[in-house]
């Protein structure tokens, strides 16, 4: 016998969410970083030399994949530091993420340059979660939907400055821009040619401009409700903007900031209706609080609170470890601080989707939006391992990238 076999995981015992189904009382059987078998009890065979481990009637879905998030864990993509980034994504496996993509706020292009030199370096972090590519959000908006960017950094995209960034760092996988600013359609255009997904964000663009958009390569739109036009009056009559052509055009594709706070059940369920299940996914826009639970924190010199509370108005109650970020006066929030396994269970919980329609929004959807799906966001044979463990709660009680266990509760 040789001494080296190769190494057979099987988790038994587990309500599978594929998520195209669920499958009760399931086997997933893993050898090296890929998923060999998988179905009920009785289809599955288990081999003599496999690791078995039993989940308890817990439920295992493909790991979460989150495509804009700035920070999490205390590591922010803005530091330019290959620390942050390791900090995020040892820190997400906890919350059933596996795959994420971190993602700038708008800075200077020499800010970036560093940011996206860290990336180029780092593919999967040693016992964290993996990291897909880099998501530039700006610095190419429009002045007018600046939201928390810093309006300082917002330039019009002139290729004599991306060209030689795409060029040079192959890690940029997503940008998310303004389409009707002075050369947004040329962005758009050079985007579709690489591969890049164009994303439109913090934009005013009109109906007409976004049809052009579409045309000039941009499929997805960036966070739905936050940094964009909605219907106006002009000389009285209506002109529909960023917000309803998103709603209306099958074509783009969104995603949903579902904290608890950004938006009311009833605002997602339209966007659910609007767009169908497929074409909608889970973002957590979250910045370098989340997952450090509530209290006060000093973000780049500016006073935040962590808190779960909402007003009365809000269509919901209070609920526990939903966490958002409100500058100190509570005027406005700063930016998120949700997890993905919190906000599949609003899914569930608040919107009233089961559960395999909450992880789709998590898994399969971002992987297609991100052109991902030969790898990941789905459980199947010759899939990557990348699973999460959860139970009737959310809670993540086991983690698998690549068919390593790097989390267990
Ligand atoms: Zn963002």
Redesign the pocket.
């Known amino acids: 016998m040789g001494t080296i076999l190769m190494k057979k995981t099987a988790l038994v015992n587990g309500r599978i969410i594929t998520p195209l189904r669920l499958i009760e009382d399931g086997t997933i059987i893993i050898k090296d970083n890929t998923i060999i078998d998988f179905g009920s009890k009785d289809q599955v065979t288990i081999s003599e030399d496999t690791v078995v481990i039993d989940v308890n009637q817990a439920y295992i879905s493909p790991g979460f994949i989150d495509l804009?998030i700035?920070g999490s864990w205390g590591g922010d993509v803005m530091s330019a530091s290959e620390d942050d980034l390791v900090k995020m994504a040892n820190g997400l496996v906890r919350c059933g993420v596996t795959s994420f993509m971190p993602?700038t706020?708008s800075g200077s292009l020499a800010e970036l340059r560093k940011i996206a030199s860290c990336v180029e370096k780092m593919g999967k972090v040693n016992g964290g979660a993996r990291l897909i590519g880099l998501h530039l959000?700006g610095p190419y908006l429009n002045p007018k939907q600046v939201g928390a960017q810093n309006p300082k950094y917002i330039i019009c995209p002139d290729p004599a400055d991306y060209l030689p960034l795409f060029d040079k760092y192959s890690c940029i996988k997503r940008v998310?821009a303004a389409p009707e600013i002075s050369g947004g359609m040329a962005l758009g255009r050079e985007l579709k040619k690489r591969g890049i997904i164009a994303s439109i964000a913090h934009s005013s663009a009109v109906y007409q401009e976004v049809l052009a958009a579409l045309e000039n390569g941009y499929t997805h739109a960036?966070?739905i409700f936050s940094g964009m036009s909605s219907v106006q009056r002009v000389e009285a009559y209506r002109v529909t903007g960023v917000l309803e052509s998103v709603l209306l055009l099958d074509d783009l594709t969104t995603e949903i900031i579902a904290d608890g706070h950004h938006l009311p059940p009833s605002l997602i369920k339209l966007v659910l209706k609007s767009k169908g299940l497929n074409r909608v996914c889970l973002v957590t826009?979250a910045m370098s609080a989340a997952g450090l639970g509530p209290g006060e924190y000093n973000l780049g010199g500016l006073e935040v609170i962590v808190e779960d509370a909402v007003p009365e108005i809000f269509e919901i109650e209070t609920q526990k470890n939903n966490y958002v970020a409100k500058l100190s006066d509570r005027s406005a929030f700063a930016?998120s601080v949700a997890t993905m396994n919190q906000m599949v269970r609003n899914m569930v919980k608040l919107v009233g989707l089961n559960l395999p329609e909450a992880v789709c929004l998590a898994t399969i959807n971002p992987a297609r939006m991100q052109k991902l799906d030969d790898k990941i966001g789905l459980i199947g044979k010759g899939m990557k391992a990348d699973l999460t463990v959860f139970n009737e709660e959310f809670d993540i009680l086991l983690t698998m990238v690549d068919g390593e266990i790097v989390y267990i509760k």
């Open positions: 804009h700035h993602t706020l959000e998310s960036t966070h826009d930016s």
